[in-house]
């Protein structure tokens, strides 16, 4: 997201300066519990992985006394972990607060290929938001100030896999091959020699919804 002026709310998930990519010489081969080879850290940390076993890419954090994000924000950018979090435990991307409500959890979605119907399988890499910050978080994203939003009050958001960088072995090592942004789901082998940074939830079960018909939570 990036704002229209330095007044606007940073999103919780935005990354910051001072927040710096662990080195790629952190990364090895190493082997599951059952013998197969996958990408692993040298030192790595029950955090490292997610609740599917892939690996995630670590970036430092900038954190303050209030528990929440410090320096400029990188517009455009997300933290790998801060957007693992929200969209994990479906808090607001905003104010990192539940975003689970009595009848569902509020996501936004892009117009650019139409709006979404009943029938329409949607995947989103992008956390949901809290009724109260719905409004800014559709304004300051560039993307969907672009193409338009859509309000999708979901009953149903099941886990579907992830977004990241593909690897490999070779006998020289470790090494990064071509990625793009298509989610590759879990239980896909691939993702065994991958290095994940954004959750990806698949949306069904939910009802279009108009920003201005919400009424903003407590």
Known sequence: MKPASRDCLVPYITAREGEEADSFLSLRATFDATGR???????????????????????????????????????????????????????????????????????????????PTASTTVWTAQPPVCRRHAHVAAKQCPYLAEHGSVALLVQSAPLYGVIGTPHEYTGNGVHVLAGDDIPVPYGDPTLRWFLASQLVRTLRAFTVVDLDDLVPDA
């Not at 997610?50 to 995630?56: A, N, S």
């Not at 528990?67 to 929200?86: C, I």
């Open 37 to 115: 080879s996958r990408l692993g850290y040298w030192d790595e940390g029950r955090d490292d992985r997610d609740v599917r076993g892939v690996l995630w890419s670590r970036v430092s954090q900038s954190i303050g006394d209030n528990g929440l994000p410090t320096g400029e924000p990188k517009w455009r950018l997300v933290h790998p972990a801060r957007q693992r979090e929200t969209m994990l435990q479906l808090r607001c991307q905003v104010c990192v607060d539940n975003a689970r409500t009595p009848d569902g959890v509020l996501f936004l979605e892009s117009k650019k290929d139409g709006a």
